[in-house]
């Protein structure tokens, strides 16, 4: 069974410019999760989907990010304009989305964004 | 005081031995506990969901103390593969919605 999919693995842009990550989830997993992670910090929740529903977006910088979800599969997460401080890994998971509280999350091998 | 906390480490133990690390959590609301191994430049794979009576997996064992507010890992019989990040996750539940909270690890060296 093919795991999250995430692309590009890599990315290296000039502050300023726009950038978007794209994550496929695990097919027939409901939940779609973005997390930031830095160097030496856990994951970070930037949004979390039920299908095509955000449902916890609290974290998201929404003055230069968003994200979308469309027929409740695929995902993507766009950054304009990008800054220094958003160099980090952006990490993509699913789960199934059945009981809410014993959710086991599987990521992608997230991309690996620098910003100069 | 943050929401989940981990000791960062490095714990640096020898092969065979018995290494024990905790995560503090802050909200009594909370209801379900993981914790997650992360190797060096990979992604965070589940390592143990937590239960209320405590869990064990081969050489892990996962418990949980809610009168104290903390979840423990306890690996026995270390081996040079278990050399990662440890990952703990609490999901608490805030109105009808829940959230998932991450510590920020702890390293884990097992020496040969």
């Known amino acids: 069974e093919a795991g999250v999919v995430q692309s590009p693995r890599y990315k290296i842009i000039e502050k300023k410019q726009p950038v978007a990550f794209w994550c496929n989830p695990i097919?027939?997993?409901?939940?779609l999760y973005w997390y930031r992670q830095n160097l030496g910090q856990g994951p970070e929740l930037l949004i979390r989907?039920?299908?095509?529903?955000?449902?916890?977006d609290s974290q998201l910088p929404k003055d230069r990010f968003s994200a979308e979800r469309l027929k409740g599969v695929d995902s993507t997460l766009k950054i304009q304009p990008a800054e220094l401080g958003d160099s980090a890994v952006y990490l993509c998971?699913?789960?199934?989305?059945?009981?809410?509280?014993?959710?086991?999350?599987?990521f992608g091998p997230g991309t690996r964004l620098l910003v100069l | 005081r943050k929401e989940v906390e981990q000791d960062p480490g490095p714990f640096n133990v020898p092969e065979g031995a018995t290494v024990a690390f905790n995560c503090t959590y802050s909200?009594?609301?909370?209801?379900?506990f993981f914790w997650y191994r992360q190797d060096c430049r990979k992604e965070p794979k589940l390592l143990m969901s937590?239960?209320?009576?405590?869990n064990e997996d081969g050489r892990f064992t996962a418990q949980l103390n809610r009168a104290s507010q903390y979840i423990s890992l306890l690996i026995r019989d270390s081996k040079l593969s278990d050399s990662a990040t440890y990952l703990c996750?609490?999901?608490?539940?805030?109105?009808?919605?829940?959230?998932?909270?991450w510590g920020a690890g702890t390293k884990l060296i097992i020496k040969p």
């Open positions: 937590v239960y209320s009576s405590g």
């Open positions: 996750v609490v999901n608490q539940v805030m109105r009808s919605n829940y959230q998932l909270i």
């Open positions: 989907y039920e299908n095509e529903e955000a449902v916890d």
């Open positions: 097919s027939g997993h409901n939940t």
């Open positions: 909200n009594s609301a909370s209801q379900s």
């Open positions: 998971a699913s789960s199934l989305g059945g009981a809410v509280y014993q959710e086991t999350q599987y």
